[in-house]
């Protein structure tokens, strides 16, 4: 499509820069993308980015931030500043999501098939453990998002749950189906029309890390938008946080998995379920405390009853309190850096 113009939002931080380079290499060589927005939320590199965006003067924005805002306060300003850019759809990436080449078009290309252009679309994280499964994964039909993380009495979730601990495979008899609905989507790699970026609420910046995009995406969803993964384009994760399947439950006990990761992750579970969940509030409080329960129970088979496993559960259990408590002060232990 001649004369579409998208605007790319990403997140760096750290010493991440050598990653976000190769995604701002394989967008940038599309026109099309004709904004880049880089929410600069304490690079290490600074020096480099700036010389790397003297390469692109009228293409390259970098929004520096005074201190580290999490990745949630980060993508607020960046999806902020992409409501005013002169474009018709934003591509939300992380700063290790590198599409393939010509990954506009073949968006654009999967649009055609939805006429009235409320959709948002995902791309294919070819190399996230179980990704396949999404496109084998029947009966194609929307839900109404349930707004919730917690559905403990959820008869798929258990058999989820028990596939996942048991390491059984999918059907390989399974048919391969390239444009699949979503209940949700992620940020990363994600494709959406402007006027839903402009409509919808911005992510939640106070959750700092974690929960912001599923949120995010309930919000876009209620406003009347579907959303659909599709097969192409792919996009490869080249620093994925959870490598193996079923990380982001096993990987909550794994020692190289920060602590404040740990809490952020469980807190921001509770807070964005409490307040979007279409289950009661004691049937909701039942869910989180058998999950709670259950999780480290996991832990606890994983680890053993080590000190450091007593030091990850306490973090999960302060977490769920916290995430009831409206408010509380993070703990010290569980500090982000800056």
């Given at each position: 499509?001649?004369?579409?113009?998208?605007?790319?939002?990403?997140v760096?931080?750290?010493?991440?820069?050598?990653?976000?380079?190769?995604?701002?290499?394989?967008?940038?060589?599309?026109?099309?993308?004709?904004?880049f927005?880089?929410?600069d939320n304490?690079?290490k590199?600074?020096?480099?980015?700036?010389?790397?965006?003297?390469?692109?003067?009228?293409?390259?924005?970098?929004?520096?931030?005074?201190?580290?805002?999490?990745f949630?306060?980060?993508?607020?300003?960046?999806?902020?500043?992409?409501?005013?850019?002169?474009?018709?759809?934003?591509?939300?990436?992380?700063?290790?999501?590198?599409?393939?080449?010509?990954?506009?078009?073949?968006?654009?290309?999967n649009?055609?098939?939805?006429?009235?252009?409320?959709?948002?679309?995902?791309?294919?994280?070819?190399?996230?453990?179980?990704?396949?499964?999404v496109?084998?994964?029947?009966?194609?039909?929307?839900?109404?998002?349930?707004?919730?993380?917690?559905?403990?009495f959820?008869?798929?979730?258990?058999?989820e749950?028990?596939?996942?601990?048991?390491?059984?495979?999918?059907?390989?008899?399974?048919?391969?189906?390239?444009?699949?609905?979503?209940?949700?989507?992620?940020?990363?790699g994600?494709?959406?029309p402007?006027?839903?970026?402009?409509?919808?609420?911005?992510?939640?910046?106070?959750?700092?890390?974690?929960?912001?995009?599923?949120?995010y995406?309930?919000?876009?969803?209620?406003l009347?938008?579907?959303?659909?993964?599709?097969?192409?384009p792919?996009?490869?994760?080249?620093?994925?946080?959870?490598?193996k399947?079923?990380?982001?439950i096993?990987?909550?006990?794994?020692?190289?998995?920060?602590?404040?990761?740990?809490?952020y992750?469980?807190?921001?579970?509770v807070?964005?379920?409490?307040?979007?969940?279409?289950?009661?509030?004691?049937?909701?409080?039942?869910?989180?405390?058998?999950?709670?329960?259950?999780?480290?129970?996991?832990?606890?088979?994983?680890?053993?009853?080590?000190?450091?496993?007593?030091?990850?559960?306490?973090?999960?259990?302060?977490?769920?309190?916290?995430?009831y408590?409206?408010?509380?002060?993070?703990?010290?232990?569980?500090?982000?850096?800056?």
């Open positions: 499509m001649q004369g579409v113009r998208v605007t790319v939002v990403t760096v931080y750290g010493e991440r820069w050598s990653l976000l380079k190769q995604v701002a290499d394989s967008v940038l060589k599309d026109p099309k993308a004709t904004t927005v880089i929410v304490g690079c590199n600074p020096d480099e980015m700036d010389a790397y965006a003297l390469n692109y003067p009228d293409r390259v924005v970098i929004l520096r931030q005074a201190k580290n805002i999490g949630s306060g980060a993508i607020e300003k960046g999806l902020g500043y992409a409501r005013d850019t002169d474009c018709q759809y934003v591509l939300v990436l992380d700063d290790d999501s590198v599409p393939e080449e010509g990954a506009i078009d073949m968006f654009l290309e649009l055609k098939q939805f006429p009235d252009n409320k959709v948002v679309l995902a791309g294919n994280r070819v190399n996230v453990p179980g990704n396949e499964k496109f084998r994964r029947p009966p194609l039909t929307h839900t109404i998002p349930k707004g919730t993380l917690f559905e403990v959820s008869i798929k979730k258990l058999v749950l028990v596939q996942l601990i048991l390491r059984i495979p999918m059907s390989a008899n399974s048919p391969f189906i390239p444009i699949v609905p979503l209940e949700a989507f992620v940020t990363g994600s494709f959406l402007i006027e839903a970026v402009r409509e919808a609420p911005l992510p939640d910046g106070s959750l700092f890390i974690y929960g912001e995009d599923l949120e995406s309930w919000r876009i969803l209620r009347g938008y579907a959303a659909y993964v599709c097969a192409r792919r996009i490869i994760d080249i620093d994925m946080t959870f490598p399947e079923g990380g982001h096993f990987g909550l006990f794994d020692s190289e998995f920060a602590l404040y990761k740990v809490y992750r469980t807190r921001n579970a807070i964005i379920s409490r307040r979007n969940t279409t289950q009661t509030v004691p049937v909701l409080f039942v869910n989180v405390a058998i999950r709670t329960l259950g999780l480290l129970l996991i832990g606890l088979f994983t680890m053993g009853p080590t000190s450091a496993y007593v030091l990850r559960a306490r973090t999960i259990l302060r977490a769920v309190w916290d995430g408590g409206n408010g509380r002060p993070i703990p010290a232990y569980v500090q982000a850096p800056n």
